[in-house]
């Protein structure tokens, strides 16, 4: 179980989530990491809607993403549903029906030996090693569904209990403050992070694939990308209207994941000798700079406080909003970006921005814009 100390150090790096200025999908990265260090889990995942009204799963363990396509397997969502309480895919029934944190013997229908014979156990968790589970509806102020994060723990760890749920309960308007989706915020503040090509015919066959292609659409697309078993649905709507020659310009798809913002864009492409008609396929990877650098300042040696004094410096606020984001005084905030230069070696604050570029953290060099709003408005109690 995690200490008393490395619970309070991951509550404020919760807290100092709170305060920045990009919030949704993207966040879920470095609030699982923050999370490990108050209930202690041993895998988890985290379900949303997606653009397209599919359920998006993201898994935290990369291995573990293999179940996801399975899990969609018509027989063990049939499964699924006569041994739970309620299938994680009917997220609209959670919402009405699921207040808090609910631990596994909530989420059965059945008893324990009924449930490890089902195909969805041993297709699903067994894979995952995982013997029990947690899960947590979030939802907006106004009751509106986020997502659902689902806690795992594995053989010879012990079963999640009373002490977990109110953990979690305490935190449960903090989590649904950060993954709460505001697309035009991070629309507003993200960079091209990795693009890449491929290739296809007209008719959705596969011809050549990038390598950087090759890692983003599982990114963009999940489970539904699996190379040879055919483009994602919305590959083969982009290509539909490319062979309809509507005339509105180039065929354009964004979709929205855990990973950022996707930009897919379809164009015709001159034969080549032996080859007949080609489409090429871009996609483009956006990232809120915000997200990176905050999970880039989390993998370095410095304490929570330096880490949230070195992320609103690097937005360029002046010491006096800094304090009120940090709720110190304005001396105290010297004190403490003293500290930080002097952990990194820097002098001044163009030495930080420098350092963050080089360091390969997504920041800019120059300074950016302070374009935040005064206060803390909409911030949510945590811990």
């Known amino acids: 179980m995690p200490s008393p100390s490395s619970t309070g150090q991951a509550i404020a790096r919760l807290q100092h989530m709170t305060r920045m200025e990009v919030s949704g999908p993207s966040m ?28 998006a799963v993201h898994m935290e363990v990369p291995t573990d993403q293999a179940v996801v396509a399975d899990y969609f ?41 009924e449930l490890e014979r089902s195909d969805f156990y041993n297709v699903v968790m067994r894979p995952m090693g995982a013997t029990d589970c947690m899960s947590l ?33 305490r935190l449960e308007p903090c989590l649904a403050h950060i993954l709460q989706d505001d697309a035009q915020a991070s629309a507003n503040d993200s960079e091209v992070h990795s693009q890449g090509m491929l ?4 008719q959705g066959r596969l011809l050549w694939l990038s390598p950087e292609a090759e890692a983003l659409l599982p990114l963009a697309f999940g489970w539904r990308w699996r190379r040879g078993a055919g483009l994602p649905q919305e590959l083969q709507e ?27 864009r379809a164009a015709p492409m001159k034969a080549a000798t032996g080859m007949g008609q080609a489409v090429g396929i871009h996609i483009m990877q956006r990232v809120p700079r915000e997200a990176r650098l905050q999970a880039f300042l989390q993998t370095q040696s410095l304490s929570q406080r330096q880490q949230e004094l070195a992320y609103w410096l690097a937005l360029d606020l002046p010491e006096s ?55 803390n408005a909409g911030q949510q109690a945590c811990g």
Do not use: C
């Not at 049939?78 to 596994?104: I, K, T």
């Not at 002097?342 to 120059?366: F, H, I, K, V, Y």
């Open 28 to 55: 879920i990265g470095p609030l699982l990491q923050a999370l490990h260090g108050v209930i202690g889990f041993d895998s988890s995942a985290y379900m949303h809607p997606a653009d397209t009204g599919e359920l």
């Open 73 to 113: 397997d018509p027989r063990i969502l049939r499964s699924e549903r006569q041994v739970l309480v309620r299938s994680s895919r009917d997220f609209d029934e959670a919402v009405r029906y699921e207040q808090g944190p609910q631990l596994l013997g909530q989420l059965v229908r059945v008893p324990m030996p």
């Open 137 to 169: 509806v979030l939802r907006t102020p106004r009751g509106q569904g986020i997502g659902a994060l689902k806690f795992y723990r594995e053989a010879g760890s012990p079963a999640f209990g009373p002490d977990e749920v109110a953990a979690l309960s």
């Open 199 to 202: 290739i296809t015919t007209p």
């Open 238 to 264: 982009l290509l539909q209207h490319m062979r309809a020659q509507q005339p509105i310009g180039l065929p354009t798809r964004e979709v929205r994941t855990v990973h950022g913002d996707f930009s897919v």
């Open 321 to 375: 909003q800094i304090a009120v984001r940090m709720h110190i005084s304005a001396n105290t905030v010297v004190y403490h970006r003293r500290q930080l230069y002097n952990s990194l070696g820097l002098q001044d604050r163009g030495e930080l921005m420098r350092w963050l570029s080089a360091q390969g953290s997504g920041w800019p060099t120059e300074s950016a814009p302070a374009a935040l709003q005064q206060g």
